[in-house]
């Protein structure tokens, strides 16, 4: 039976969402673009602050050496964070969750900024990560929530603490599939979350040297790696706990 994906949720699991690129150019884009997007959209932005350059576990030596010592800008855009580094760009949205056609609207302002400036070259991979919490209060706890069957010889693991990562690839994506099944998060207002945390990362790792191309695309490209994350992340639940999130389907 094919999966209906949801248009929307009452019962929202959202906890963050970030869409990365990471590109070659000839010079540190973080020297650059923070002038330009403040020349551009000065009503956007509100805060520029510098930090320590961080780099996901997945990239590799070469792209981390050409940024030894360096340093990323962080910009706080609207309701999104932006950082950008020497050769990486990420767009963070947060709770409370603006939606798919919102989010994508930022994200295809700033990257086609960062790629009408010419100074990229290549673009090495791009990726979109939502992490959402099945609230215990609300949802079957542990595993219970999930498509899944966790067996450790004679034992059948459903409540117990267990931590899960797979990377599957499908097409032209690898999606990387994070499970913790007891996390505790609080949020600004100070309650506490307790639940099932389901973290999808879905990366196009293939380099794309037609910059002109992927501006064209990139509407259409993030809509394809957005609808792949959700698809993924809604076969990992079973019947009820889609029910129990209130979804809302368009005509």
């Known amino acids: 039976m094919e999966l209906i994906l949801p ?33 551009k959209y000065p009503n956007d932005i509100s805060e520029i602050t510098q930090q320590p350059l961080f780099f996901a576990p997945q990239i590799d030596s070469i792209q981390q ?10 910009l706080k855009w609207d309701s999104f ?14 709770i409370p969750y603006v939606g798919w056609e919102e989010f994508s609207k930022a994200i295809n302002k700033i990257l086609k900024t960062v790629l009408e400036t010419e100074q990229v070259t290549r673009i090495e991979r791009y990726s979109i990560k939502y992490a959402n919490i099945l609230n215990s209060k609300d949802f079957p706890k542990g595993l219970d929530a999930l498509n899944l069957k966790l067996n450790l ?10 931590q899960i ?4 690839q499908m097409e032209s ?15 600004p207002g100070g309650a506490i979350l307790e639940g099932v945390l389901i973290d999808i990362d879905t990366i196009n790792k293939n380099p794309i040297s037609d910059i002109v191309n992927f501006k064209n695309e990139l ?11 959700k698809t993924f992340f809604f076969k990992t639940l079973k019947r009820e706990t889609i029910q129990a999130l209130g979804p809302s389907y368009d005509n």
């Open 7 to 39: 248009s929307k949720l009452k019962n929202e699991p959202f906890v963050e969402a970030v869409c990365e690129i990471y590109v070659n150019s000839p010079i540190g884009l973080h020297n650059i673009l923070p002038g330009i997007f403040f020349s």
């Open 65 to 74: 050496s050409m940024a030894v010592n360096s340093v990323s800008i962080q």
């Open 81 to 94: 964070r932006v950082v950008v580094g020497p050769g990486v760009i990420s767009i963070f949205a947060a």
């Open 153 to 162: 010889g004679d034992f059948v693991l459903n409540n117990e603490q267990a």
């Open 165 to 168: 990562r797979l990377e599957i």
């Open 173 to 187: 994506y690898l999606t990387i599939f994070t499970l913790s099944s007891v996390v505790n998060m609080q949020y």
């Open 219 to 229: 509407p259409n490209l993030l809509n394809d790696i957005h609808a792949k994350n």
